[in-house]
């Protein structure tokens, strides 16, 4: 079945540092979400990409999909501590099943005051 | 706009008996997605429902678990002689369309086994 994966599994920084964390698919997707998920809390809808080589910006949040739209990238500026959490990557297939979002394992950042 | 709501919040059962985990999507919202995580693991797609419909239930293991999401009143993810593996948060989202669309998800309910 259709796999996305994300590096990596965890990242800390010193706040005022930035962070990248990567998804990719072996397969092409219809498009791709991010999401983020507090620490006990529940995932967050961030943002949807759907064409070739898209750029959006969230204030200091950047997402990038790739031109073969296989991979995705998620790039914070400047962490702050409210930017902790596990950032997920949400895949939804080309053709067939393409309701269904396939999650990545998450990016757990940590930000140190 | 009361969201998605969820619950119980918390569940605890014992090995053996039924857990039933109740989810009613966002007014407007006519699919209702489940998902279960595992502590550090994402998100794996259990049933994903229409009114009166299993759409894909293709995540769901076949024995002891069902869900249904009738014509009034919430969607149910029911869990029958529960083991201590059962343990997750169980993560319900709805969204307006099935495709281009981000999910609203509900806060969760966290099932204990003991």
Known sequence: GQQV???????????GEDFTTYCNSSTTLSNIQWYKQRPGGHPVFLIQLVKSGEVKKQKRLTFQFGEA?????????????????????????????NYKLTFGKGTLLTVNP | NAGVMQNPRHLVRRRGQEARLRCSPMKGHSHVYWYRQLPEEGLKFMVYLQKENIIDESGMPKERFSAEFPKEGPSILRIQQVVRGDSAAYFCASSPSSTNYGYTFGSGTRLTVV
């Open chain 1, 5 to 15: 994966m994300q590096i990596p599994q965890y990242q800390h920084v010193q706040e």
């Open chain 1, 69 to 97: 739209k296989k991979n995705s990238s998620l790039h914070i500026t400047a962490t702050q501590t409210t930017d902790v959490g596990t950032y997920f990557c949400a895949a939804m297939n080309s053709g067939g099943s």
